[in-house]
């Protein structure tokens, strides 16, 4: 996907430039526990070409989102096999269901699973038996 998405923005011409200070800002909201899901981050907006916050999940799959525009590209280019393209659906759907909370993200998920796990103590530190069931 994102090679694919590299070659679009690059063929294209995307303009996704914002201040640095917004992109620190977006670094400092991607902190937070659950941000994929319910934070808005600084992104550069196509039809007024400014920066503003939206949720992820319109940044990636909303009428102008990043993989919405992606799927355009594709489809005019045909450059890639029905297999690969499949793929790169599957890729961009899992991005999609875990920006709208539909999936969890992968530090959500073990985050349950830890907090789950019988030898864990609620202390932050990892039981070693947790970390060998991971394996």
Known sequence: VIRALAQAIVEERWDLVIPISLCDANDDISASRNAA???????????????????????????????????????????????????????????????????????????EQLKGHPEYKGDGVLPVAFVHSLC
């Open 37 to 111: 899901s319910s934070s808005l981050f600084w992104f550069r907006d196509f039809s007024s070409g400014e920066a503003k916050q939206q949720p992820l999940r319109d940044i990636l799959a909303g009428p102008n989102g990043l993989f919405v525009r992606l799927r355009g590209w594709l489809d005019r280019h045909g450059s890639c096999s029905a297999e690969v393209r499949k793929r790169l659906e599957v890729y961009m759907m899992l991005f999609e269901e875990r920006a709208s909370g539909a999936l969890p993200t992968p530090a959500s998920f073990l985050r």
